[in-house]
């Protein structure tokens, strides 16, 4: 009886990890991208630095929620992972693409290929047209690198 329940509260812990997955959650819908990962950058036990801007119009909110949360994984995974003293957030929006970048100072050694993480956020990126591309020499630091198409 009791292998059964710990069974059904994985379950109810899986699948309420899939539903949060996909909330919005409120800063993104009311104030937009920035302010969004600004918020994330703020509670990050790890100093995060935001530098650009995608300018002032806001994004299809497909677009904004697929960079949040590539943006809120990648700044997880560098928590978790890379034993880094600071984390940097960049965005650039031209006419075409709006291209982004969440690296660290940690110990590297991030692999597209050996986990489901980094996978789903290439995943979650070709979803809606874009790219993903990691950069993560042992002892350099990870630099998780996308771009996704705004026109």
């Not at 929006?93 to 590297?108: H, L």
């Not at 956020?121 to 042992?138: H, I, K, Q, T, Y």
Request: charged residues 25%; hydrophobic residues 40%; negative net charge.
């Amino acid at each position: 009886m009791l292998e059964s329940n710990i069974a059904a509260l994985k379950q109810a812990v899986a699948e309420l990890r899939e539903l949060a997955r996909g909330i919005y959650p409120s800063i993104l819908t009311e104030a937009g991208l920035v302010p969004a990962v600004r918020s994330l950058a703020e509670r990050s036990p790890i100093p995060v630095e935001i530098r650009g801007d995608i300018g002032g119009a806001r994004l299809a909110p497909q677009l904004e929620a697929t960079l949040y949360f590539v943006a809120a994984e990648a700044i997880t995974n560098a928590v978790k992972h890379s034993r880094a003293d600071s984390i940097r957030v960049c965005m650039e929006r031209n006419a075409r693409t709006i291209s982004f970048e969440v690296s660290d100072d940690g110990q590297g050694g991030a692999d597209l290929l050996a986990g489901t993480g980094l996978r789903g956020l290439s995943d979650r990126l070709a979803a809606v047209g874009g790219r993903l591309e990691v950069g993560s020499g042992n002892g350099h630091g990870t630099r998780i690198h996308g771009e996704i198409p705004c026109e």
